[in-house]
């Protein structure tokens, strides 16, 4: 059986020998399920509450009259979308042992786990469809981009100052932060800071390193923060209390080897193919908006620059 790739219709088909090598060198992960670990959701999604005591405690003389306290109940869906990937091989992996067809299926399947993963971040920090890169109607507004999250600009301020910022802005409405997911560039803003004296103030992000805590806080560097143009650099908050996401369900790897499964025009037999096929659904939600905050480049729209703030 020839392992050399085979071109029908301009299409270059992937070699038997190199497929596993491809698919393991897929780059790919998630900062959001580093922050917040999965839980399972329902096939047809589930309501998450967000309760809120509206007011403070009251003392009550004796025989006092008592007042309202208030309580507020917010319902969140959670509603897990199909997401899937697949590609075409020749058909010659009918004829390869199948020591060799499970090696191919696992790589496949290691390779689908971290595009996954790529794309959990790219659709629930920024609302896109990962393939197209464009927001997604099925997503709407549940994602980091697009929730009401609050938002701290960095402009003239450093990377330090802008993350002060934004956990100010965060614990100033009495939430809690539990991590933060940080772009490269922010990660880098901060390995540059040092002391008057001149020593590094984070010597441990230096060189690119991702160590997984900062000044004892829980971090990601990942690029999906800052993907598809958001201006986005870090996002903090409340990951574990404040955001749900999990998978409602994994569908085993499919084989096809009739018919046109990615509407490309071309019949898989007509051109001595079959097609190897992932699916999932996932779901997530932002519970809570005022519990995140992201920093974003440059500074805020909504303020005129070069006026005096008093005027």
Known sequence: MPTASTTQNGQK???????????????????????????????NGQTEFVFSLDNEIDIVAENG????????????????????????????????????????LRAFSDGFAKKLARGIDLMGFHGVNPRTGSAAALIGNNCFDKAGVQVVYQGTQNADEAMEAAIEAIQGGECDVSGAAFAPAFRSGLAKLTTPQGAKMYPELAWGNAPGTVNGLPVQVNSTVSANKSGDLAIVGDFETYFRWGFAKQIPLEIIRYGDPDNTGKDLKGHNQIYIRAEAFVGWAVLDPASFAIVKTGTDPNVKTGTDPNV
């Open 13 to 43: 088909l992937f070699p038997e020998v190199l497929i596993p090598k491809l698919m393991q060198l897929t780059r790919g992960k998630s900062a959001i399920a580093q922050l917040c670990g999965a839980e399972p959701i329902p096939f």
């Open 65 to 104: 009259e008592k007042s309202h306290g208030g309580f507020t109940i917010e319902p969140k869906k959670v509603i897990p979308l199909k997401v899937e990937y697949g590609a075409r091989i020749s058909d010659e992996f009918d004829y390869a042992t199948e020591e060799a067809k499970i090696e191919y």
